[in-house]
């Protein structure tokens, strides 16, 4: 519109202006590390944005929810990626962005990549399953450690070990732990330790960037973690590092001297639980002295007292029998004023069994007499 001779536009007018001519450039590649990553389930497009990491400029991008699923990328704050879009602007709020139409990763995002797909498929075979997972020995007779030349890791581990039981006996096999050889040198190391006789194994470096820490996602060295005769404890990087081999070990470490804590026991803890249990020992023994030496006594004035009360019961007896037959006893009747009559040799029971004239005898409490029934 036309106002006081110039040519003025609103800023609607100016924003469909400018999207029309960016419709007209050609789609391209942008490369930036992703950086505030949005989505929603409920949001139709995902967003984020691009940032440079030489001078920090960013560029916000968004993208079809539905294509952006379809990449199954699983993006992380920091990781460089290749954008293939085209610039459109937002006419609403008149702000410049991307809209890409597929993304891929760069560099380090490749690797990660690769390394999620590995992941993935070891996991399909089982070889991360808790259920495989084993115990450590409680008293390691050889211990294994794998590790650098001289790393100070080895030095960790071994330092640690000695401190808290130094009768342990411990193989160490140097071998290569970063670069292109040391994927095998690793899985080799695993199987001489394994050959020679060690129970338990320690596999330890220190913290190293991305790329140092690689080959402990190797698949060869991932497997041999697996495939190992005896429990496997990881102990690489520092604790937010997580290379495949920490998921196929039995145990994982944080650090290396948290390995040495894992695979033997503290000889003085050990030694103060056994002079407690021997305390422990011998307060029981002596407890249980004083009971059997109670019960001893307790039984022995039993036994003391065993015959006289026999004695007592039988006398008790005794004298109940005697007072019974005392009770029974023809005698007992005749001292209440009875008296037994003879006819001869003959017991005269009824007055029928006599005749007038015929001598009886009468016995008394007190002797006896003679009489002639009248």
Known sequence: ?????????????????????????????????????????????????????????????QMPRGQFD????????????????????????????LKALTVERFGLGAHLAALDRLKRKLAAEGLFDESRKRALPRFPHLIGLVTGNDAAAKRDVLTHIVQRFPPANVLVAETYVQGPRAAAAIATAIGDLCARGADVIVLA??????????????????????????????????????????????????????????????????????????????RNARLAGDRSAQRLATNRERLQRAPLLALERRRARL??????????????VLDRGYAIVHRGDAVVRAASEVATGDAIDVRVAEGSFGATVG
């Open 319 to 332: 004298d109940t029998a005697h007072a019974r037959l005392g009770a029974l006893s023809p005698l007992a």
């Open 205 to 282: 470096r220190g913290g190293g960037s991305f790329e140092d820490l690689l080959p402990f996602s190797d698949e060869r060295v991932v497997r041999a973690v697996a495939g190992c005769a005896v429990p496997l404890v990881s102990a690489v990087g520092h604790e937010q590092d997580t290379p495949l081999c920490d998921l196929a070990a039995d145990v994982r470490a944080s650090t290396p001297t948290a390995a040495a804590r894992l695979v033997v026991p503290d000889l003085a803890e050990l030694r103060e639980r056994l002079e407690r249990i021997r305390d422990a020992l011998h």
């Open 1 to 61: 519109m036309e106002v006081e001779g110039r040519k003025v536009y609103t800023v609607r007018g100016f924003n469909s202006g400018v999207a029309r001519y960016l419709n007209k450039l050609p789609t391209l590649w942008i490369e930036g590390e992703v950086t505030e990553l949005r989505r929603q389930q409920r949001w139709a497009s995902v967003f984020f944005t691009l940032k440079d990491p030489e001078d920090g400029a960013t560029l916000p991008v």
């Open 70 to 97: 379809a990449l199954e990328l699983g993006l992380a704050e920091g990781e460089r990626v290749h954008v293939f879009g085209r610039a459109e602007l937002y006419e609403q709020r008149g702000e410049l962005r």
